[in-house]
């Protein structure tokens, strides 16, 4: 078997590349600690890290090539399953790209909009409670991963309510939603917001401002902006290293201008701009900024944009999904940065030509080694938890 | 800066190294020569009144046999402006070969290895130019419009 996996996937580094006191060692892929299946060929030296040489493609799912034999409405699902804890997010930049080859993208019903941000937001919310969650278990602490866990599924119920799935939901459609929201479900947001607001106190007493959560986590990884910039780093963690830049904010799709939220950046308030202190700071941050969001929503949808008897998401729905011949890069802001999708649509066929999925996570992982050269064997896992990586993006 | 503008900085300093352009595409594409992408991607990089400092996307595409030719596309932004670019550049489907990026943009280096992977394009002077998403031993390049999968991979039965 190991002359299979040497044929297979073999090592970056020989032995006779290593000096006497340096060696390897294989992290993952099946590993807790490495958020899926995501394999690490560590060369080190006693404790400190010298290099690190990410494996990935364990989860490849050849979602490019799916995607070139299915029409462009029955690519949604495949979306959903690349970054699996922020579906929505997904498919709503999917569908954008979409309709916007259609150029229908400026006609859609108010009404769709605000839902689809509704949405959208409770998913970044769950995104980045897994993600917060996942980080304390990572260096140690349990109690917080439960703790998110238990408000996340509060989030997945209610997308469950609206969509049929708990996790994989198809809810986006182009050119609308699969239905409107059930009845009940704009003050049922509400209710959670407001469960919510002292939940997400009690995590930044319990992990965020926590010492132990400080001490192991300040000055470590730290991600200059040159460096971010030039390895296409984005979301949270390009916020992080202090860079205002936001899609919701610079690409002003869908109804973002018409809310009221911040963009929060990693100021370095417990060590260096730009650690992982930092990056999970901008995550926690962001969590109160949805917050926001979903209740200017919420209130929309019950005020000027409420349930009418008229109203019909799919009322923009095509009949027939067949774009003009042209080329399109679509990008937007998913939990975990810029999600991009790259179309070529031959204006024949109601199948893309070529459709690249640009995943944030992909970039993100690329730049592991930078910022990992010389840091302890244990801090390592602090970074790569601090990435918020999912395989399943990665890999596609 | 609008497409025109940025087309008239590459050509006065690469004169002929532009093909065509598409304004058809969302961002408006260029066409340019392979033999000058370098030269041209580091230009707009480094020229203060484009400062391409984000290469956001980096795609490969197989227009199939009988067009003969592959694509490699470029969709580079820049922060400081907010300007957007699609550099479009065709190559020799026999050999596709293509200098690499990733000297100006480290983004480019997983993603050329991605377009390597699933395309065969070859990149020179990539320093690292490995397989990344498939086995090291796949046989093939999936993303070919004649793509055909092995039978067995370790003796395991491919096609389902």
């Known amino acids: 078997m190991s002359t299979y996996l040497q044929e297979s996937e073999p090592l970056k580094y020989r032995e006779s590349d290593l000096k006497s006191e340096e060696m390897i060692i294989n992290v993952g892929p099946q590993h807790p600690a490495t958020h899926g299946v995501l394999r690490l060929e560590v060369v080190s030296d006693g404790e400190i890290v010298k290099d690190v040489v990410p494996h990935v493609g364990y989860l490849h799912r050849c979602f490019e090539k799916h995607a070139e034999s299915l029409a462009y409405n029955q690519v949604i699902p495949y979306t959903d399953r690349m970054d699996y804890v922020a579906a929505m997010n997904n498919e709503w930049a999917f569908v954008m790209g979409v309709e916007r080859m259609l150029e229908i993208h400026q006609e859609l019903p108010k009404r769709v909009e605000y839902i689809r941000v509704l949405v959208a937001e409770l998913n970044r919310l769950a995104s980045h409670f897994v993600a917060i969650g996942t980080y304390g278990l990572d260096i140690g602490a349990i109690t917080p991963f439960l703790w998110m866990m238990r408000d996340r599924e509060h989030i997945l119920r209610m997308l469950e309510w609206a969509s049929g799935a708990r996790m994989l939901y198809n809810y986006i459609w182009v050119g609308g939603l699969f239905y409107d929201l059930p009845v009940g479900f704009e003050e049922q947001s509400r209710e959670f917001v407001e469960y919510l607001k002292p939940k997400l106190k009690e995590v930044e007493t319990l992990l965020i401002s926590n010492k132990v959560f400080i001490e192991r986590t300040a000055n470590v990884g730290i991600l200059p902006l040159d460096l971010a910039i030039n390895y296409g780093i984005t979301g949270p963690m390009l916020r992080a290293s202090g860079l205002k830049f936001d899609l919701r904010k610079i690409d002003k799709y869908s109804v973002y201008p018409e809310l009221d939220f911040d963009v929060p950046i990693g100021k370095g308030e417990m060590g260096a701009i730009g650690d992982c202190w930092d990056r999970n700071w901008v995550r926690y941050q962001e969590c109160l900024q949805s917050v926001k969001i979903i209740e200017q929503c919420v209130e929309r949808l019950l005020g000027e944009y409420k349930r009418t008897k008229e109203f019909d998401p799919r009322v923009m729905v095509p009949k027939k999904i067949r774009p003009k011949a042209q080329d399109l890069y679509v990008r937007a802001e998913n939990p975990k940065g810029e999600l991009g999708f790259f179309f070529r649509a031959d204006g024949r066929s109601d199948q893309p030509f070529r459709c690249k999925a640009r995943g944030p996570s992909f970039s993100n992982l690329s730049v592991l080694a930078e910022i990992s050269k010389g840091c302890m064997l244990s801090d390592l896992f602090a970074i790569v938890g601090s990435l918020d990586l999912l395989m399943g993006e990665v890999d596609r | ?160």
């Open chain 2, 1 to 160: 800066m609008k497409l025109s503008q940025i087309k008239e900085l590459v050509l006065s300093e690469y004169p002929n190294s532009i093909v065509g352009e598409d304004e058809n595409a969302s961002p408006a594409a260029l066409l340019v020569k392979p033999q000058f992408i370098f030269q041209i991607c580091e230009l707009l990089q480094s020229n203060e009144k484009t400062y391409f400092d984000q290469l956001s996307c980096l795609s490969g595409l197989d227009n199939g046999e009988e067009a003969g030719t592959m694509e490699v596309i470029y969709n580079l932004y820049c922060i400081p402006y907010d300007l957007h670019l699609m550099l479009k550049v065709e190559l020799d489907r026999k050999h596709p070969s293509i200098d690499s990026v990733m000297d100006i943009w480290k983004t480019a280096d997983w993603h050329e290895r991605e377009a390597y992977d699933l395309f065969g394009i070859h990149f020179n002077k990539h320093k690292d130019l490995r397989r990344i998403l498939l086995p090291n031993d796949w046989e093939g390049f999936p993303l070919r419009k004649d793509y055909v999968e092995q039978e067995r991979y370790h003796d395991v039965k491919v096609k389902y």
